[in-house]
């Protein structure tokens, strides 16, 4: 038996509204599903957990460098620092993950926001494991690129 069987959504229909809702809520932006490459080794990468008893899932949302500043400076409202970068793309893969929490909650399969990990480099693909279940969402925001990927298994009782 699959999460999927369990949600209102599919995991991928859960996963892709989680970025257009968080980014035109925070930073009045408004991506586009797009098929636009992942073209630049300069990436800034967060990654959330959701751990829970049934499930565990990871949430890895990627974006350049020069968006995450964009991001950034509409969020904090000005200039920023390369500190303020890492929490707000931490902040960004957390909203993101809630929502994709959320979805799991509904379906029964409640867990726990671990603390985002927030990387730079070059892009990065989730492995998925035997026993799990994987998607993968790109959207186009201002010319630049934005992935997001969702691995989620189900843990054996």
């Given at each position: 038996?699959?999460?999927?069987n369990h949600l209102s959504n599919d995991l991928n229909q859960t996963a892709a509204s989680a ?139």
């Amino acid at each position: 038996m699959t999460i999927s069987n369990h949600l209102s959504n599919d995991l991928n229909q859960t996963a892709a509204s989680a970025v257009p809702e968080v980014f035109s809520t925070q930073l009045k932006l408004f991506p586009e599903e797009s098929s636009l490459a992942m073209n630049s080794s300069a990436l800034h990468h967060s990654s959330v957990s959701i751990i829970g008893e049934r499930m565990e899932a990871s949430v890895l949302l990627q974006f350049s460098e020069v968006f995450a500043a964009r991001a950034t400076e509409l969020m904090i409202g000005g200039e920023c620092e390369e500190d303020d970068i890492k929490d707000v793309t931490g902040e960004l893969c957390n909203m993101v993950a809630g929502r994709v929490k959320a979805g799991l909650a509904a379906a029964g399969f409640v867990g726990t926001l671990a603390t985002p990990i927030v990387t730079s480099g070059p892009f990065i693909k989730l492995r998925q494991m035997a026993g799990s279940e994987f998607c993968e969402n790109n959207w186009s925001c201002e010319g630049h690129a934005i992935n997001l990927q969702v691995l989620l298994r189900i843990l054996r009782s």
